[in-house]
């Protein structure tokens, strides 16, 4: 048996956030022809830079930080070659200063389950890098990745 024959069957796919494709490249992959384990979270994190771009977000550190403060991989069945992947991810929990999306690496039919995640990012002020509250306007941008639960907590 080799990995490639035990595949992870695909839970439902949860009814809120997006599915946005992903690009595997050449270099992406190790010297086992597997996707690295480290690209996973890069992986999820063009699917996450792609979705605000085409919200029409802007990446300007003078006006917005976002930290990272904790990723959480599990890899199921591994990435073994060029092409798309398909990153579901949603954002499941909201403060008034974090988020912290959930995510799954598919196949890009959807039929196998790669590797799911968690990614907890903070919201900083630029001038003091301390956590601030999260803007209206990301709230607006945010809107398709908030799972059902997910409401804006009171100021």
Avoid: C
């Avoid at 590797?115 to 809107?143: C, F, H, I, K, M």
């Amino acid at each position: 048996m080799t990995v490639t024959d035990v595949k992870k069957p695909v839970p439902d796919e949860p009814p809120y956030g997006v599915v946005v494709p992903v690009r595997i490249y050449l270099d992406d992959l190790d010297g086992f022809g597997m996707l690295n384990h480290v690209e996973y979270a890069r992986v999820f994190d063009h699917a996450v830079i792609d979705f605000w771009t085409e919200a029409g977000w802007v990446l300007d550190p003078s006006t917005s930080v976002q930290a990272i403060r904790e990723v959480h991989l599990t890899f199921h069945q591994p990435v073994m070659q060029v092409g798309e992947v398909a990153v579901h991810l949603w954002v499941d929990e909201a403060g008034r200063t974090s988020v912290n999306y959930r995510f799954r690496v598919l196949s890009a039919d959807r039929s196998v389950l790669h590797a799911e995640g968690s990614r907890r990012l903070v919201n900083l002020d630029p001038a003091t890098l301390r956590p601030t509250p999260l803007t209206d306007e990301q709230w607006s941008y945010a809107a398709p990745l908030l799972a059902d639960h997910v409401t804006r907590p009171a100021t």
